[in-house]
């Protein structure tokens, strides 16, 4: 298993990215979370298999259909064992 920190810019705030996140990391299997930050920005926490993070880093490349994803940052961090992936509210 594998940890990533992933960080996608854009307009990806008030386009439905989030839920999108959510429904592409439940449909993957990937564990973790998404929340929006201050700015344009997404911060991800996702743990999966290799394979598994990488279909779901390409879902985040895409984004939702109303979204624009000018900007992605991946980086490998602590595994930490998340029981499923949420949707945390505010910065």
Partial sequence: MKAVRIVVSGKVQ????????KNQ??????????????G???YIEAEANEEILEQFINCCKQGSPSSTVEKITVNEITFIGFKQFIIRHGD
Avoid: C, E, Y
């Avoid at 008030?14 to 996140?21: D, L, P």
């Fill in 14 to 21: 008030g386009v439905f990215f989030r839920k999108f996140t």
């Fill in 25 to 38: 990391a439940d449909k993957l299997g990937v564990k973790g979370f998404v929340q929006n930050m201050h």
């Fill in 40 to 42: 344009d920005t997404v």
